[in-house]
């Protein structure tokens, strides 16, 4: 029973609303993106935590190496090129929470380069631990909680146009606000195996939110968890 126990375990303890991004983000290791910001994973919030059993095939037969895990995670994120969310299934070991970002606003810029403020990423990681779900209330406006971070990105090199120093910032999967129009349970609901461990998760309430899609030039909406979003702007 230990043993399956430690085998079902979180090692990162992710939850359903975390904000999280592939391990191969460029701002886990620098304040900065260097290249094409196109080609950066996107954060994504949890939206669903599936648990397999002990007899998920996890290691090759014929190699004997890892290609898969027990826990995996349904993450959703905006496309802003498409102007709506879409989800991916990854695994644990291919995520990192979003307290590992390095996330910084600009606080100054000297002699041409940038003056990068490491309170202000703690500011961000620390305004983010705080967020709650926001109560429903119908017309609100509410925000999904990955913008802060896909708005703040930055790109290297500092751009020197005469007397002026700019920071070229890179925005792409950041999203619109939406308004709240609509909530009810979620159909799906969290489950368990016979002895009692967790198989999956889910969240009990879903929001509908409503924003205008400028790619199709029509007003869209979808039901996602209400984990999924805050009200502080």
Not at 40 to 69: C, N, R, W
Not at 88 to 107: G, P, Q, R, T, V
Not at 189 to 215: C, H, P
Request: hydrophobic content about 35%; some cysteine.
């Amino acid at each position: 029973m230990q043993e399956k126990s430690k085998e079902n375990k979180q090692e990162k303890e992710i939850v359903i609303g975390d904000i999280v991004t592939l391990k191969t983000h460029p701002l886990l290791y620098d304040f900065k993106i260097k290249g094409d910001g196109k080609l950066v994973p996107p954060f994504m919030i949890v939206k669903e935590i599936y648990i397999e059993d002990k007899k998920k095939k996890t290691h090759s037969e014929e190699l004997g190496e890892q290609i898969a895990e027990r826990i995996k995670y349904t993450c959703v994120f905006f496309d802003d090129n498409k102007t709506e969310f879409k989800e991916a299934i990854l695994y644990e070991s291919m995520l990192e929470k979003y307290d590992k970002i390095h996330i910084a606003k600009l606080e100054g810029v000297k002699k041409g380069e940038m003056v990068l403020k490491d309170v202000k990423c703690k500011l961000l990681i620390e305004e983010t631990r705080k967020y709650v779900i926001p109560e429903y209330s119908y017309g609100k406006n509410v925000f999904f909680r990955t913008k802060k971070f896909e708005i703040f990105k930055k790109s290297d090199p500092v751009k020197i146009q005469k007397n002026t120093d700019t920071v070229q910032y890179i925005a792409n999967d950041s999203s619109p606000d939406f308004i709240l129009c609509g909530i009810k349970k979620n159909e799906n609901t969290s489950d368990f195996y016979q002895n009692g461990d967790k198989r999956k998760m889910v969240s009990e309430i879903l929001y509908k939110v409503k924003w205008f899609n400028a790619n199709q030039m029509k007003f869209s909406d979808i039901y996602l968890p209400r984990e999924c979003f805050t009200d502080v702007q």
